[in-house]
């Protein structure tokens, strides 16, 4: 059974650097895709970042672009959102999903949207202060 964790949501002022973590189990291979996923008060949850668990291709939204970074550790079953020069409009709820297995050689663009994944964590608070 594949199940996500996130963790790592806190308040921020703005200028300041979050890291999220995204901790996951039930993969047998390295054959996923995890994308993380923001939604704000009254908006639909957006793609923020995603990264391929067989060839390290990661993916920004225009949004967040040279400030987050994704990246994952095999070891300890983590992907991670390095978030940087945090804005007010990045307050939100981060939720972590993966697709499993991935069934594409390549993961493009579109692993931004949300019907590219089946499993989903519960989502971590991040605020941030003006």
């Known amino acids: 059974e594949v199940q996500l964790v996130e963790s790592g949501g806190n308040l921020v002022q703005a200028g300041g650097s979050l890291r999220l973590s995204c901790t996951y189990s039930?993969?047998?291979?390295?054959?996923?895709?995890i994308g993380w996923f923001r939604q704000a008060p009254g908006k639909e949850r957006e793609g923020v970042s995603c990264i391929s668990g067989t060839d390290g291709t990661t993916y920004y939204a225009d949004s967040v672009k040279g400030r987050f970074t994704i990246s994952s550790d095999g070891a300890k079953s983590t992907v991670y959102l390095q978030m940087n020069s945090l804005k007010p409009e990045d307050t939100a709820v981060y939720f972590c999903?993966?697709?499993?297995?991935?069934?594409?050689?390549?993961?493009?663009?579109?692993?931004?949207?949300?019907?590219?994944?089946?499993?989903w964590g519960q989502g971590t608070q991040v605020t941030v202060s003006s």
């Open positions: 999903a993966a697709r499993y297995p991935l069934t594409v050689v390549h993961i493009t663009k579109t692993f931004l949207l949300q019907n590219e994944y089946d499993y």
């Open positions: 039930g993969f047998l291979f390295d054959d996923y895709a």
